[in-house]
């Protein structure tokens, strides 16, 4: 590659895959109930220490009366149930022939990569909520750092098995041939 | 991975039966006793404790004198007894040890899991052309082994041994003609530092105004603490305060300031040079050699193989002395990493001080491809700078002013939102020290405030890439690129959307066709 043009900027190869045309694939539709659940538990433990405090150090307001204090914990309520189920509807994942995608996040997005040939170990786990639904959460592993670099939640039982299968024997595939 | 095909192997002339270390050995099992206690100095704390009470009354001497010398002929058996239980030999493949003295052990250690060997000569070593081996290598930093106290020229055939390309033809280096000059063995020196250097290295390595900065906060945390017994103690200071003008109490206190910056200097200068005299490093067959150290002399090679990336820090202090401290970044696995293990120790290999000249031929050698000349740092978008200020600090500063303001019922602490402003100047220095810049190859990343840190390694070397938006990235068509290397991780913040998603095209395009194994 002679162009010296690219400094400050990748090649723009037209035969390079492009990940902008990744087309990525929902959750399974329980994530919804599963992310909420997590959302309104944590919601119900604030309110409970709000409600506490509240009582005990009787915290007034000059703005308005006492008691409306008590309902300051509904305010994000519905922030909650709107956030948490158009979260599960933009989370998704995307397996090309060299590497898998995951994206989440709504306010501040992500998208993470992962190549095939540089995933370490890969890790099935089953939380107490998802065991109820029937779904899984895949964690990737690659070197370096102690947690997962690509974690894909919520996935059904079989196609995280099935997942997992392809993509270790994509992985394992490269180990043997280097 | 760990190649299994091409297995590492040493020439039959180094494979022996078991055999004990030298016993000179026992120095260094006295000394290791040593700094064992020191370093956990607080539960020893409570040991010379119970002596001290123990020792009440009358007999306190002799009593003392009896702990220490029964403490000094405990020392004495424990190092000989490892000593004795401590037998190595060295396998067609493989080091194993048998050591401990009550819970033993036997380790093997195969030559395909020692990613370094460092060669360490401790001065009481030197009379007896003894060195102290130690085997990097599966990379757990408890179960560091070394072999203290073994032949040098041993121990150097081993390493080239071990360390010799499996997949190149096995020179035997017993065998070898007279050292001609085969391309091969050619070795490039790079550097060699005079005291001179590792005197600028001491002034200008961070680390001292990091300790600088530490010692401050240890200082005032006594201060609030035990203020009492300090008063009492400081009459006399305080004496002269009330009784000198406030300009004298300055200039004493600017001066007591003064003075313990030039000592922590004097012993970052002292540190510098007993760690790092007569540095020199140089490269031959793929991979770096160092030797450096006062006291203990230090002998230690690198693959370039293993470097992940190259990291080019210059602090502020260095930049006034136009130097750059150099760190090859690698890692190393622990034993347990192809069980799934992936928890991975940092292993840091630096370079200090180098002029810019040297700095061109160090990244000219690890990286002959690319152009270290023609690298020019591409500016992130302007919107960092905006959020820096606004989001980040003028946000939580004007938080902090009314809490307090409301809190302490006067309109002061309201200037608290003028901080922001005044170190705007420090804010925009750090948006304009971001920079990155690729040649399709290789990546470089530039960040820093006063001083800058620059960030290389080439493409091949990346594990995965993520590209974070936030809803003001969104809209203007930005985005966060953040490439993730073995143990260490690199943010490109605040380029384009379109660029970060052509990086990441290249990257991963890069990752599932480059075969060029990346450890």
Known sequence: MPDTDFSTEMPRNSDLPQSETLEFEALDAHRATILMIIGLAIWAAVSIVWTVVKTLLGIESPLFP???????????????????????????????????????????????SLPFNR???????????????????????????????????????????????????????????? | MTDTNAEQTVPDSLVSEWQRLSPVSIIYFVLKFIMGFAKHGVQNAAIFGGIFIFSGGDNRLPIIIAIVGAAMLLLLVASVLSYLNFRFRINKNAFLIHKGVIQKKRLTLSFDRIQNIALKEPVYFRPFGLVNMALESAGSVTEEVSLAGIDRRLAESLR???????????????????????????????????????????????????????????????????????????????????????????????????????????????????????????????????????FERSDTSLPASKI????????????????????????????????????????????????????????????????WQTVTFAPIDKLYLKRLFWLDFLTPATVIAILLAGLAATAWFLLLTLVPVIIYPLLRMNYAKHGYWTDGQHIAVRQGVFGHKIVIFPIYKAQGVKIKRSPGQRRKGLATLVVKLAGH???????????????????????????????
Not at chain 2, 495 to 500: K, Q, S
Request: with cysteine.
């Open chain 2, 308 to 371: 992940q990336a190259l990291k080019i820090n210059q602090p502020w202090p260095a930049r006034l002395l136009y130097r750059s401290h150099i760190t090859l970044m690698q890692i190393g696995f622990s034993p347990a990493f192809d069980q799934g293990e992936t928890h991975v120790k940092q292993a840091k290999f630096i370079v200090p001080s180098m002029r810019h000249d040297q700095i061109s031929a160090l990244v000219a050698t690890l990286y002959p491809d690319m152009a």
């Open chain 1, 119 to 178: 995933i370490q170990h890969v890790e099935v786990e089953r939380g107490p909520l998802e065991r109820i639904y029937g779904l899984s959460t895949l964690k990737f592993f690659a070197a370096g750092g102690g947690s997962a670099d690509l974690t894909i939640p919520s996935l059904k039982d079989e196609d995280a098995t099935r997942l997992r299968a392809f993509i270790l024997e994509k992985a394992g595939a490269d180990h043997s041939d280097d």
């Open chain 2, 489 to 519: 991780k690199v943010s490109v913040p605040y380029i384009p959307h379109e660029a970060a998603m052509r990086w990441r095209d290249r990257i991963l395009h890069t990752l599932a066709t480059d075969r060029t194994p990346w450890m």
């Open chain 2, 160 to 294: 080239r041994s071990v360390l010799s390309d499996p997949k190149a033809p096995m020179q035997a280096e017993s065998t070898e003609p007279a050292p001609t000059n085969t391309e091969k063995h050619s070795e490039i020196p790079l550097l060699h530092h005079p005291v001179a250097e590792l005197v600028r290295y001491g002034l200008s390595n961070n680390n001292v105004w990091v300790f600088a900065g530490l010692a401050a906060g240890a200082i005032s945390q006594i201060d609030e603490d035990v203020s009492g017994y300090i008063k009492d103690w400081l009459s006399v200071p305080e004496a002269f305060i009330s009784s000198h003008s406030t300009g004298a109490v300055i200039g004493l206190f600017a001066g007591i300031a003064i003075l313990m910056l030039a000592m922590l200097l004097l012993g970052s200068v002292i540190g510098a040079i007993v760690i790092y005299y007569d540095y020199r490093l140089s490269f031959s067959d793929g991979r770096f050699h160092r030797l450096k150290g006062l």
């Open chain 1, 66 to 112: 006492g008691e409306f204090l008590y309902l300051l914990p509904l305010i994000p309520l519905p922030f909650i149930i709107v956030l948490t189920r158009r979260s599960a509807a933009h989370c998704g994942y995307a397996v090309r022939a060299q590497d898998v995608h995951y994206r989440h996040g709504i306010i501040w997005r992500s998208e993470t």
